[in-house]
């Protein structure tokens, strides 16, 4: 069986088989994961409070701007 195994594959293929193997099960791993919170990238700790109070702040002067127009 070694000789048969050795006979068939060259070293290169050997090391591709193996690399398809684990990129194919990380895929697949990936999919099956149980998602509870769904999926997030980034980082959420606060440090972007200050541009959502600037955008509050924004749409409450337009607001008033367009409320002294009418």
Do not use: C, W
Not at 2 to 19: F, P, Q, S, V
Not at 36 to 50: E, L, P, R
């Amino acid at each position: 069986m070694k000789k048969l195994m050795y006979e068939l594959y060259k070293r290169r293929e050997k090391i591709l088989i193996l690399l398809v193997g684990f990129f194919f099960g990380t895929v697949v791993g990936i999919f099956l994961a149980p998602v509870k919170n769904g999926i997030t990238i980034g980082s959420y700790n606060g440090n972007n409070s200050a541009k959502k109070d600037a955008e509050e702040e924004f749409h409450e002067d337009l607001a008033m701007e367009m409320g002294e127009l009418r």
